[in-house]
């Protein structure tokens, strides 16, 4: 079966300036997870969708990040205006274990923020 | 502080040598899970243990988990140079539908 597919892979984009990233997950997965992995930490959840309906945003800086899943499946992440903090790489993953959360992860994003 | 927090932050040992690491976390669990990392690349699963079990084997892996003291182990017998990666522990937390990880041991493999 396919993967979890993301793109782009690499996206250098200058402060204030907006971005997005897609992701596609394995077919029939209906939990959808974004995370941020900043260099040399572990993943953090930003938002966790099941089918499409957000489970949790805790962690989403929302005055700047926005995270849609439409139709339940495809989903896109965007950051307006970035910060330099942002840098990092923008993981996506899904289950289709809601209850274990046993995860498929892409090969995520790497944003360079200058 | 960190749910999840791997022992050592690094390790370095020679190929076919075993490889032990260490998860601590603070609140109950449903369960646990170790993934690999490798450079660049996204997180790929390698093991779950359920809150009720003690220990679980796959391949060359063996996890042990003791809940009484809130920590995981992850053991790596006979070490190849593939396995050079960063190693995650996470947490599916009880009362919270997600998984929390924790910083990550980086493992080399000498050759």
């Known amino acids: 079966e396919a993967g979890v597919a993301q793109s782009p892979r690499y996206k250098i984009i200058e402060k204030r300036q907006s971005v997005a990233f897609w992701c596609n997950p394995i077919?029939?997965?209906?939990?959808l997870y974004w995370y941020q992995q900043i260099l040399g930490q572990g993943p953090k959840l930003l938002i966790q969708?099941?089918?499409?309906?957000?489970?949790?945003d805790s962690q989403l800086p929302k005055d700047r990040f926005s995270a849609e899943r439409l139709k339940g499946v495809d989903s896109t992440l965007k950051i307006q205006p970035a910060k330099l903090e942002d840098s990092a790489v923008y993981l996506c993953?899904?289950?289709?274990?809601?209850?274990?959360?046993?995860?498929?992860f892409g090969p995520g994003t790497r944003l360079t923020v200058l | 502080s960190q749910q999840g927090e791997e022992d050592p932050q690094a390790l370095s040992i020679q190929e076919g040598e075993n490889a032990t690491m260490n998860c601590s976390y603070k609140?109950?669990?449903?369960?646990l899970q170790w993934y690999r990392q490798n450079s660049g690349r996204g997180l790929v699963h390698l093991i779950l243990?359920?809150?009720?079990?003690r220990e679980k084997h796959s391949g060359r892996l063996r996890v042990t988990l003791d809940t009484s003291k809130k920590s995981s182990s992850l053991l790596i017998t006979a070490s190849r140079a593939a396995d050079t990666a960063s190693y995650f522990c996470?947490?599916?937390?009880?009362?919270?539908?997600?998984?929390?990880f924790g910083q990550g041991t980086r493992l080399t493999i000498n050759p």
């Open positions: 993953a899904s289950s289709a274990n809601y209850q274990e959360h046993t995860q498929y």
């Open positions: 077919s029939g997965h209906a939990t």
């Open positions: 969708f099941q089918n499409n309906g957000v489970v949790d």
């Open positions: 609140t109950s669990i449903n369960n």
């Open positions: 243990i359920r809150s009720n079990e």
């Open positions: 996470a947490t599916a937390i009880q009362g919270a539908q997600k998984l929390v």
